[in-house]
Each structure stands twice: as C-alpha cells, then as structure tokens.
C-alpha cells in the first residue's frame, strides 16, 4: 500500500502562485509514476501534470503547459506542483496520485483509473 498525503492548497488571486506537495509513505519503491488531477465541481476527474520517479520525464496537459510545474525529491518521498499564473478555470480539488506500472520512461497514462494509490485531495480557489 501506498499513502498519499496533499498539502498547500488556499485561495489565491488570479495571476498568483501556489505550490502543493504530496507526500508519500508506505511501499513507495513500488510506485512508478506520480500524477496530479483535478476536480472542478460537476465535472469529471482531470489529468494535470505527471512524473516519473525514478527518471527526468514529466508530463502535462495542454491546458497547464507552461504555467505549472511538477517535479519531486526522493529523499523525502515528495511530488510537488508548482502554480503560477493561475486563473480563476484553475479551481479545482487537486488529488496527487500513485501508479505502479513499469511503463517506457516517455509512457504516461492520463486517465484516472490507470493510477493505483490516491491522496485526499486540496482545494484550490482562484479568484477573479
């Protein structure tokens, strides 16, 4: 089992930063990749941004590139997503997730139910 644990989500104004953590725990050798998603209200579950643990491969949706950032410390079991340039369509719960397949390093799944372990969650607000 993998835990997952979010933390740095807030409200922030439009044109701001925020960066959120997620912090592992667990058996984390198994976990291969790290994504971030996010949940706006009536909507489905969305890919943000993904990495690979153990290679410099990152990943991200369109609608993010350039303006966010994912990256980790191993050492401290640690995925972070750096936010800048927010906008108030930002706003979102933002989940960290874990997934297990040894895929190719240049491989990322994007769908919710490929990845295996998932944190709580961190709400995001930006305001207009």
């Known amino acids: 089992q993998v835990q997952l644990v979010e933390s740095g989500g807030g409200l922030v104004q439009a044109g701001g930063s925020l960066k959120l953590s997620c912090q592992a725990s667990?058996?984390?050798?198994?976990?291969?990749?790290m994504g971030w998603f996010r949940q706006a209200p009536g909507n489905e579950r969305d890919f943000v941004a993904a990495i690979k643990w153990s290679a410099d491969r990152t990943y991200y949706a369109d609608s993010v590139k350039g303006r966010f950032t994912i990256s980790r410390d191993n050492a401290k079991n640690t995925v972070y997503l750096q936010m800048d340039s927010l906008k108030s369509e930002d706003t979102a719960v933002y989940y960290c997730?874990?997934?297990?397949?040894?895929?190719?390093?240049?491989?990322?799944?994007?769908?919710?139910?490929?990845?295996?372990?998932w944190g709580q969650g961190t709400q995001v607000t930006v305001s207009s």
């Open positions: 997730a874990a997934e297990t397949s040894m895929l190719p390093s240049n491989f990322f799944y994007t769908v919710p139910t490929k990845y295996d372990y």
């Open positions: 667990g058996r984390t050798a198994s976990v291969y990749t």
